[in-house]
């Protein structure tokens, strides 16, 4: 990964892919790096002056310059924090309805316990017995990862 900053951002000819449309730009960068970057007519141009971290990629037809973000490889947004939140509510939706049978306990027990694991997963130093002893109050069986839990055969004679 290199960072720099762009000094020269020249439009070329738009492309079309897959029935898109591609923006292209020839990047001169304060190293001396050169190379196309691409982005989608809905993303922000490059700018001269802004840093970039990237890094250089032959493709065969010439070097393209691909965006890296820090903690993240090629290509990686990174996600807002709303969307971690869906994704974790998400989660412990799912995790809730696959330990409780919402016929016998109904959908109240169901929202409760997701929100329990929700939040125990938004949590990064919560205690994971917390959420196993809510799980095992009534819920649903604990399983024990310190015993080995066999094989799919173990079974069948």
Not at 57 to 82: C, H, L, M, W
Request: charged residues 25%; negative net charge; glycine residues 10%.
């Amino acid at each position: 990964m290199t960072v720099s900053k762009i000094t020269v951002v020249a439009p070329q000819a738009p492309k079309e892919w897959q029935g898109k449309t591609l923006l292209k730009n020839l990047l001169v960068f304060e190293n001396g790096d050169t190379g196309l970057h691409t982005t989608f007519p809905d993303q922000s141009p490059p700018v001269i002056g802004a840093e970039l971290n990237y890094d250089k990629v032959d493709n065969g037809y010439g070097t393209e310059i691909k965006v890296t973000r820090p903690g993240g490889a090629g290509g990686f947004k990174g996600e807002s924090p709303d969307k971690t939140r869906s994704i974790q509510r998400q989660t412990a939706l799912k995790v809730a309805a696959e330990c409780i049978d919402v016929k016998a306990e109904g959908v109240g027990a169901l929202i409760q316990l997701a929100e329990s694991l929700y939040e125990w997963i938004a949590d990064e130093g919560a205690e994971p017995s917390a959420i196993a002893s809510a799980i095992d109050n009534g819920h649903a069986q604990v399983i024990d990862t310190r015993q080995p839990m066999g094989t799919p055969f173990d079974d069948v004679h």
